[in-house]
């Protein structure tokens, strides 16, 4: 038995290690070809072949290889040999977003020389389209069309489909949409037909990027995951790093903040696998987008500010035009309007470098909210009419519309405030934003069922295996095969008895489970606030209906999302609670308050607790006990820790539990909610081995005014 586990553990290092050791390998492979080289030829072809080598293994490396190739060209007297390295440093340099380097590379050291190879005449070609676009020069259009028959020339699909990305390219940046969706079809057609599949990958990255620069988020996202799934099966770190990256940026964009913070998150295992700090300068520009959306400021700034010193060392104007952009954002926030308008300047001068009009647009349009926020009409105007008189197509003009329209009302100009609310509703009807961003998330959320349950196939097909291989190193042992059998045959029994008991326990609490969620789905609370929301509208509240809507469908997926769990964290349930509450009070009309005293120190300690189990009699302190019918009407929700058990106290100064026994309805209702908690305390109980328990009485026993809630159960914590 002993030498067959050993047989075993030698097979599974010797299958693993060449996978664990290529990469290291094939670097230790070309250096020492680089050193042995006899010719400056084959010299320069490792060197290009280790740079190229390190852009998808060790990006620390790759950048560190530019330089080195620089060193080299310096060294070397063939002037093709030199130009060959150019290249390299000029595709570098272009990807980096680094603009100033690239055109002095490309006019200095690429632009006059002659290649006698396709490959490297064919690069030299699209870095000069890229020159071009970069200029703004109309030459690029004429120049791309003849490089696309220089490449059928060759007939190779892969030269011909990065042909017509440049195109693409050109187009994407004079925004004219039609055509660069065309032409980056072209490019997928012919990668399709090509003799790699790296090709392929790259062309629907840029399918998905050119999608999502238009903003048809479904069609970019669509593009995204079959870049992704290509990656996976090619097992490429960094396109799955870009991947990642480019999908939490959608889902960004069309405001799905938890997967956005998941895509990140996954985007910024790869890049740490790959030490590639510029991929995480990038994330953290989304990161510090996050934090900025949330409202945690400090975070924001902190995160910003070292994406920015990342940035600065790379001379990359289109993200240090973000990042300066979103410190902008920070600062109006924070009402230091000096510093806001100092880097808004900042993000102008870098995207006016850049050339990027929707990201300029984007400043004027915060600039233009600063100025209103501050007080300054005349310049809000300024800078707010500067979007519309560019003419910009983007999602973003709905957002300048309503600034317009908020400006327009405080001048007083009546008229023009209609027109500008009634772009801005038009703009948000025919853009359907959040249909579009439920259409993401879910393709989303499937992608990350998916990649469970292929992790999950995945382990079931390795244990297979060596189940395989331990039965076929085992067969000299079969009599202790067959003892084993029948002790496990009894483990199996006791196990299934075990299993059948867990089954009953399961489907009690999967009863529980659907009771709990019917009863937070309260029909009435549902109409109630769907009556709501068109009341607001009605009565032209976007905003109200907006913060309405936001609330309501927040607290639905809480709801959705948590009711079947046994525990959820403390913080959670807090945010459950105060959505809920949120709701009401708009419902209601502010017609009662509520307070939430909660022991900081369970939430620090990420205390649990059952999901939604003080909702049901909050639920009836509103509606039976009548609050939103009395003046000044409160309810009280303590949560503490006595006596090693969680402690909930739900109190409220209605009209009372004999109050409210007025009909059979609220009755039934009350019992239902008492019977549902009981029965979830019972079932806590007899798993955990405590005495929780549920109390009702009068919180003003003397008139028999008010109903206070007492609830105990087990103290658990999420890291026990």
């Keep these: 038995m002993y030498k067959g586990i050993q047989i075993l553990v030698f097979l599974f290092f010797a299958l693993h290690l060449p996978v664990y050791n290529f990469a290291q390998n094939k670097e230790e492979i070309l250096l020492r070809e680089i050193s042995s080289s006899k010719t400056q030829n084959s010299k320069i072809n490792k060197l290009i072949e280790l740079h190229n080598f390190y852009s998808t293994t ?37 990807e980096l977003g680094n603009i100033p380097d690239f055109k002095k590379c490309y006019e200095l050291n690429i632009a006059n020389k002659k290649f006698l190879r396709f490959e490297d005449n064919h690069l030299q070609r ?50 004219a949409k039609d055509s660069a969706i065309y032409y980056a079809n072209l490019a997928t057609d012919f990668a399709k037909r090509s003799d790699t599949k790296i090709c392929l990958a790259l062309s629907l990255h840029h399918q998905a990027k050119v999608q999502f ?39 960004f964009d069309v405001g799905n903040f938890d997967e956005t913070t998941i895509y990140l998150k996954k985007a910024n295992t790869f890049s740490t696998r790959l030490s590639d700090f510029y991929e995480q300068a990038k994330l953290k520009i989304y990161f510090a987008k996050l934090f900025l959306a949330r409202e945690n400021l400090t975070k924001a700034n902190n995160t910003i500010s070292e994406a920015l010193a990342t940035f600065k060392t790379f001379n990359n104007y289109r993200n240090l035009g973000t990042c300066t952009n979103v410190l902008g954002q920070i600062a109006t926030q924070e009402s230091d309007y000096e510093t806001a308008i100092h880097y808004f300047n900042s993000a102008i001068s870098y995207f006016g470098i850049s ?34 008189s560019q003419g910009s197509k983007s999602v973003e003009l709905s957002q300048n519309y309503k600034l317009l329209s908020e400006l327009y009302f405080k001048k007083n100009q ?57 039965i076929q190193l085992t067969r000299q ?25 867990k089954l009953k326990q399961s489907q009690k609490e999967a009863e529980l489970s659907q009771s709990l969620l019917r009863s937070q789905m309260n029909p009435h609370f549902i109409f109630n606030a769907m009556s709501g929301i068109q009341s607001y509208i009605y009565s032209h509240e976007p905003e109200k209906s907006s913060q309405f809507l936001v609330n309501f469908s927040r607290l639905i997926r809480l709801i959705l999302e948590n009711s079947s769990k046994e525990f959820i964290p403390l ?10 509450l949120t709701t009401q009070k708009m419902r209601f009309e502010d017609r009662f308050d509520f307070k939430l005293n909660i022991d900081e120190l369970l939430i620090e300690k990420q205390a649990l607790i059952p999901p939604m189990i003080t909702q049901p009699f909050i639920e009836n302190a509103i509606e039976h006990g009548q609050l939103h019918t009395l003046i000044d009407g409160c309810i009280n929700i303590s949560i503490t820790e006595e006596n090693k058990m969680l402690q909930i106290i739900i109190s409220d100064n209605g009209v009372g539990r004999k109050g409210s026994k007025n009909t059979q309805k609220i009755k039934s209702h009350n019992s239902m ?14 798993k955990y081995k405590t005495k929780g328990n549920l109390k009702i009485r009068d919180y003003d026993e003397l008139n028999e005014i008010g109903t206070e809630v007492i609830i105990k159960i087990p103290l658990k914590f999420e890291n026990n």
Excluded: C, P
């Design 477 to 501: 042992i079969f009599i202790t095969v067959i003892f084993a059998v029948l002790l496990l045959f009894l483990l199996f029994f006791l196990i299934f008895r075990s299993r059948q008991n």
């Design 58 to 94: 060790n990006r620390q490396k790759w950048f560190e290889s530019i330089d080195l190739l620089k060193k080299e060209a310096l060294k070397i007297g063939s002037e093709e040999l030199k130009g060959r390295l150019f290249l390299s440093m000029g595709s570098a340099y272009l």
């Design 673 to 686: 909610a008492i019977d549902i908690t009981r029965e979830r305390i019972r079932i806590i109980n007899q």
């Design 213 to 251: 620069f238009f903003r048809n988020y479904l069609e970019a996202i669509n593009e995204e995951f079959k870049f992704l799934y290509l990656a996976e099966e090619l097992d490429h770190t960094y396109f799955k790093s870009l991947a990642y990256r480019s999908i939490a940026e959608i889902s």
């Design 355 to 388: 050339g990027e009009k929707q990201e300029l647009d984007l400043v004027f349009n915060n600039l233009g909210k600063l100025y209103l926020q501050k007080g300054d009409l005349i310049q809000a105007e300024f800078y707010l009419l500067k979007v519309v």
């Design 126 to 175: 699209q870095l000069a389209i890229h020159y071009l676009v970069t200029k703004k020069d109309a030459l690029a259009s004429i120049f791309s069309l003849k490089h696309i028959a220089f490449s059928k020339k060759n007939k190779q699909n892969r030269f011909i489909s990065e042909a017509y990305i440049s195109r693409s390219l050109f187009f994407m940046q004079t925004q």
């Design 414 to 470: 009546l008229q023009l405030a209609y027109n500008y609310q009634n772009l801005y509703l038009s703009i948000l009807e025919y853009n359907a934003l959040s249909t579009v961003g439920s259409k993401v998330l879910q393709l989303t959320e499937s992608n990350l069922r998916e990649e469970r349950e292929r992790l999950i196939s995945y382990q079931k097909e390795s244990i297979q295996a060596k189940e395989m291989i331990t």
């Design 571 to 580: 913080e959670l349930e807090l945010e459950i609670i105060e959505k809920y």
